[in-house]
């Protein structure tokens, strides 16, 4: 394990009387997947993000390698080594740049740098090499998936002597087989000694990937240790802070209740091959495929028109659709759909 050693003592932080942090620690080892996580608002990302520094008027003290730093701008935090590649990665990339440029960014825009074209296609290579990533760098950034995007960002942290690595909320735009290759990534990174904070709500996840956990609510630290001893449940428990029988009622029957959708040998030419599946009033549905996209595809085809003929689309009026959804009796369907950034506003 690599001997750098980050920590965080008693940091707090407070929004107009609001206290987002109340005397924190966090200690995160290079060569270390840290968890950190928490229910919606526990502090996570305000935690990481007095680390990267966004917010300047934090109280308490960060040091590395027990030297006290400082980090008052996300300057600072990059000079130190601290990156984060955040969840909507579009907002950190430039659209109309190729991928040699958009990892080689900062050092682009550093007064008095120059740099020949074919050295900067080089570097960002060998950036993608560390991840064992292989990505033509001429292409434009426009025409990658979210997962190579991604894996452009994590690039651009290793171009940029990174030490620490905050991913926030990773997997959340991934599918199965493109968060399997992540961690793969993740997993160099720490046999490299980078010290990874990975933020997540994905329990399953954390216990796959992570060493160790930090486990924060409404602000304060509530377990930090050893990822190991802890189960999924122990885990949930202290994030919410009371026992999930609590929180979740038996489930009632979804039987003898109202279809609202149904779907038919819905089939595509590439990866969709005779899906069918029923919605009845009420029911929230989890829909998943191993390792590959159909589960979008399929959302898709509800939502912008994509199914083939002979998939039927039945609502609970009348009308019975087999080409386009807007013949759904007036019951459309809706989707918050992946890349929602570029792809969600008008859906």
Not at 7 to 27: P, R, Y
Not at 40 to 65: D, F, Q, R
Not at 105 to 122: C, I, N, Y
Not at 189 to 216: M, N, P, W, Y
Request: positive net charge; contains cysteine; charged residues 20%.
């Amino acid at each position: 394990m690599s001997a750098n050693r980050l920590e965080m003592h008693n940091i707090s932080l407070a929004f107009s009387g609001f206290q987002a942090l109340n005397k924190v620690d966090f200690t995160l080892h290079g060569g270390s997947v840290h968890a950190l996580t928490g229910a919606n608002g526990a502090g996570k990302s305000t935690l990481m993000a007095v680390l990267c520094g966004t917010h300047a008027h934090y109280e308490g003290e960060v040091t590395i390698n027990n030297l006290p730093v400082t980090i008052r701008s996300p300057r600072d935090a990059k000079q130190l080594g601290i990156h984060l590649v955040q969840q909507e990665v579009d907002v950190a990339l430039v659209p109309g740049l190729s991928i040699a440029e958009n990892i080689m960014l900062d050092r682009l825009a550093e007064p008095g740098m120059t740099f020949r074209w074919s050295r900067v296609r080089q570097l960002a290579h060998e950036a993608l090499a560390q991840l064992d990533v292989a990505l033509d760098v001429r292409r434009s950034i426009d025409s990658c998936t979210l997962a190579e995007k991604q894996q452009i960002l994590l690039a651009r942290a290793l171009s940029h002597h990174c030490r620490f690595l905050i991913l926030d909320e990773p997997t959340a735009p991934l599918d199965q087989h493109e968060s399997e290759r992540l961690f793969a990534v993740v997993r160099r990174l720490q046999h490299q000694g980078i010290g990874v904070v990975f933020i997540s709500h994905r329990i399953h996840e954390l216990k796959a990937i992570c060493d160790t956990l930090t486990v924060l609510r409404d602000g304060r630290l509530i377990e930090s240790g050893p990822m190991g001893p802890l189960s999924g449940e122990q885990i949930v428990e202290k994030m919410l802070g009371h026992e999930l029988s609590d929180v979740f009622p038996p489930p009632r029957p979804p039987h003898g209740e109202e279809v609202l959708l149904q779907v038919d040998g819905l089939h595509d030419e590439a990866l969709l091959q005779d899906i069918s599946l029923r919605l009845r009033k009420g029911e929230n549905s989890w829909y998943r495929r191993a390792g590959r996209r159909g589960q979008n595809r399929t959302v898709q085809s509800a939502v912008r028109r994509q199914q083939k003929p002979g998939a039927a689309w039945r609502a609970e009026r009348p009308a019975v659709a087999t080409a386009r959804s807007s013949r759904l009796g007036g019951a459309r369907p809706g989707a918050g759909p992946g890349g929602a950034t570029q792809r969600g506003h008008f859906h």
